[in-house]
């Protein structure tokens, strides 16, 4: 699927790489190397937020991060909407997908009830898109309840992995296909807190569940 180029230079790839900051004081044991190190994170989502706040000027816009590995991204995305659009709202909605380990399901559940979006300009805000059937589920939904529009925001995106092909308008950054973890996105509840995206040692995994 084709990604638009925002307004700041939005990679047509899904994003760019990241050359700024590798971690000085260490990574955490579990993890084999670090993507994207907290500058870098930084940096890029304050250029998505300056995006997202031109093309939201006037439309009241409801942000809805999905949780729970949404949560870092969107704390830091809403606060980077430089001119905040006039009555932006947030919220969040939680979507799992049924299965376990580091593979997503073919199942997603959007948990009820969702805000009430009837009406309004959407901006789902998700961590990863990999299969990309959390969120054509989350989209389909979000429409069925009425909102007027929705633009999808994501912090990572897998591309190769995609077997749903569902549109996404604004990506940080283009994601390897490795189980990547931090800033939010956990393994089976672990390593949401660490500041950097760092690809997660094999060895770790030891087939429990993950969302
Ligand atoms: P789909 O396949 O529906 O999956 O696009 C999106 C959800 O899958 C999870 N996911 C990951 N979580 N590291 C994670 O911590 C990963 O590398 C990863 N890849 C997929 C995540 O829950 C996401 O919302
Ligand atoms: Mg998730």
Known sequence: PRRTSGPLGEQP?????????????GLHPDVERELFSAECLAARVGEVGRALAAELEGKRPLLLGV??????????????????PEGTEVGFLRAS??????????????????????GRHVVLVED???????????????????????TTCTLLDKAARRVVDVHVDHSCFACPDEFVVGYGLDFDE??????????????????????
Request: aromatic residues 6%.
């Open 97 to 118: 997908s049924y299965g376990a380990g580091t593979e997503s399901s073919g199942q997603v559940r959007v948990d009820a009830p969702p805000p009430d979006v009837r």
């Open 67 to 84: 949780l729970r590995g949404a949560f870092v991204f969107a704390a830091d995305l809403v606060r980077a909407l430089e001119p905040v």
């Open 190 to 211: 672990r390593y949401r807190t660490l500041p950097y995206i760092g690809v997660l040692k094999p060895a770790a995994y030891s087939g429990l569940s993950s969302d």
């Open 128 to 150: 990863i898109v990999d299969t990309g059937r959390t969120l054509a589920a989350l989209v389909a939904r979000l429409r069925a309840e009425g909102a007027e529009s929705v």
């Open 13 to 25: 790839e899904g994003g760019r790489s990241c050359e700024m900051g590798s971690r000085g004081g």
